[in-house]
């Protein structure tokens, strides 16, 4: 079955650090991908997608590119800041069937001054 | 448009007690899900209504049971809480069905069952 693959946290950086969380995914045909973040206490927000291969999903200086050769959707930051600190989830939804949310475990980013 | 709303915020429940969750978007979206959340896990899903007047069952559906009310509301009920139900439940909605449709989510319920 489809399944999302993410590095396990807790991620600590110091602030203005480069900031990687690693995706990998498996999933027939040809999946749209998905980071999501969550702010303690509060839902999942889409953080930005990607819909075909080698499309880049940005948005708030975060950045992941869909690499279909190695099934990856590396989430990239610059420069974190601490109110970047929260929880993200990889996700995908499979282009075949009922679209259903598949997620990773999530990876939580600790961001310190 | 206030999104997605979920009720209650928080509840405690004692083993074999009954329950439900409240869910509705103002959206117009087709499509609503409910998702549990545990440490380590992520989010699973529990149910799911592609349109209303349908409910298929999602990835963990044993011991909850759903209701499309209309197509605004989508309630997830437990009839016997027990304490492995102790989690963080989502509801989301999604306008269409293209995958890359962006789903919503409400803000969670805290459900601790002792």
């Known amino acids: 079955g489809d399944s999302v693959t993410q590095m396990e946290g807790p991620v600590t950086l110091s602030e203005e650090a480069f900031l990687t969380i690693n995706c990998t995914y498996t999933?027939?045909?040809?999946?749209?991908l998905f980071w999501y973040v969550q702010y303690p206490g509060e839902g999942l927000q889409l953080l930005l997608k990607?819909?075909?291969?080698?499309d880049k999903g940005s948005n708030k200086g975060f950045e992941a590119t869909y690499r279909k050769e190695t099934t990856s959707f590396h989430l990239e930051k610059g420069s974190v800041q601490v109110s970047d600190s929260a929880v993200y989830f990889c996700?995908?939804?499979?282009?075949?069937?009922?679209?259903?949310?598949?997620f990773g475990t999530g990876t939580r980013l600790l961001v310190s001054p | 448009n206030a999104g997605v709303t979920q009720t209650p915020k928080f509840q405690v429940l004692k083993t074999g007690q009954s329950m439900t969750l409240q869910c509705a978007q103002d959206?117009?979206?087709?499509?609503m899900y409910w998702y549990r959340q545990d440490p380590g896990m992520g989010l699973r899903l529990i149910y799911y209504?592609?349109?209303?007047?349908?409910?298929d069952k999602g990835e963990v559906p044993n011991g909850y049971n759903v209701s499309r009310l209309n197509k605004r509301e989508f309630s997830l009920r437990l009839e016997s809480a027990a304490p492995s139900q102790t989690s963080v439940y989502f509801c989301?909605?999604?306008?269409?069905?293209?995958?890359?449709?962006?789903?919503?989510f409400g803000p969670g319920t805290r459900l601790l069952v002792l």
């Open positions: 996700a995908l939804i499979a282009n075949t069937g009922f679209q259903k949310l598949v």
């Open positions: 999933a027939t045909g040809y999946p749209s």
């Open positions: 990607a819909t075909k291969a080698d």
């Open positions: 959206m117009n979206h087709n499509s």
């Open positions: 209504s592609a349109s209303e007047g349908t409910t």
């Open positions: 989301a909605s999604i306008k269409g069905q293209g995958a890359a449709e962006t789903q919503y």
